[in-house]
């Protein structure tokens, strides 16, 4: 088996792996193969040594069930774009990140529930469900591989269903309510409905009269709570919500006013080694 392994996925670095660093071999043979266990990357990758692959590993890419799985950000890089619709890098990664959370909390996906949610084409979703699943007809989606136990399966396991929760809030949209992979946080919310009166005074108060109408902000806000949840949503997504209504310059300030009358704020969190904003409601 450990000559398959190699010819067909370690085959893919052209030989003379000793000149090849370390990470691009790590890398390079995960985006060929998608799926594979740890023994299977030894295998395909002799010269290399255990902790070698291992460090590589935590830098570019998931656990999975037990198995590895390139992570987006290194099959998306950022500027990119998705050579089957075009579709911006960082929304590829955004749902591909989602699916693979799905992947994280049962080896078993359904495939309408994710189109329900997504905001890319549905053969995107398709795409992406083919390099790490196989299509059982009537069961459903099934990752490639079966579970494999690892020492460090259980800690990913547990940090990427953690992740599950702020990536749902990120993908959901306000008319998707009766998906099934996330109907706890369909009530989740006890504010009551921005009134037209408070919107109007809000738009008086940042220097908007000319910019919005009221009740575009009242339904940007009811939006805002939606994303947001019980949990928190990654301010980049509100942002693109609201740049969608209101012009580009004046979409922080707006959004900015509306977190402080809904009760919410920006906040900075280090996600994969890297500092991003996102938003939480506070009382």
């Known amino acids: 088996q450990s000559s398959g392994i190699n010819a067909e996925y370690g085959g893919a670095l052209g030989g003379g792996e000793q000149r090849i660093p370390a990470a691009t071999q790590v890398e390079q043979l995960l985006k060929n193969a998608h799926v594979l266990s740890f023994r299977e990357i030894q295998e395909a990758l002799p010269a290399l040594k255990e902790e070698v692959i291992l460090t590589e590993l935590n830098k570019c890419a998931h656990l999975i069930q037990g198995n590895w799985v390139l992570s987006s950000k290194s099959l998306h890089p950022a500027g990119s ?27 078993v996906v359904e495939r309408q529930y994710l189109e329900k949610i997504s905001r890319i084409p549905a053969s995107e979703v398709e795409y992406i469900l083919k390099q790490v699943s196989v299509l059982h007809p009537g069961k459903g989606w099934h990752f490639k591989r079966d579970y494999c136990l690892s020492d460090q399966a259980a800690a990913q396991q547990k940090r990427l269903s953690e992740m599950y929760e702020g990536l ?24 009551p409905p921005l009134s037209t009166g408070a919107a ?19 339904e940007i806000a009811k939006t805002v709570k939606e994303l947001v949840g019980r949990s928190a949503c990654l301010r980049s997504v509100l942002q693109e919500m609201v740049v969608s ?13 509306l977190l402080g009358v809904l009760n919410m704020a920006t906040l900075p969190v280090i996600h994969n080694g890297h500092q991003v904003e996102v938003v939480a409601r506070f009382g």
């Open 168 to 191: 749902y809030t990120a993908l959901h949209l306000k008319n998707h309510r009766d998906n099934p992979l996330v109907a706890q946080f369909h009530s989740s919310s006890s504010l």
């Open 81 to 107: 774009k998705s050579d089957l619709t075009g579709v911006p890098a960082e929304l590829m990664a955004h749902h591909r990140n989602f699916i693979l959370c799905c992947f994280a909390k049962s080896p």
């Open 200 to 218: 109007a005074q809000l738009i008086e108060r940042l220097g908007l009269k000319n910019i919005v109408d009221h009740p575009v902000v009242v």
């Open 245 to 257: 209504c209101v012009p580009p310059e004046h979409c922080s300030t707006l959004l900015d006013g």
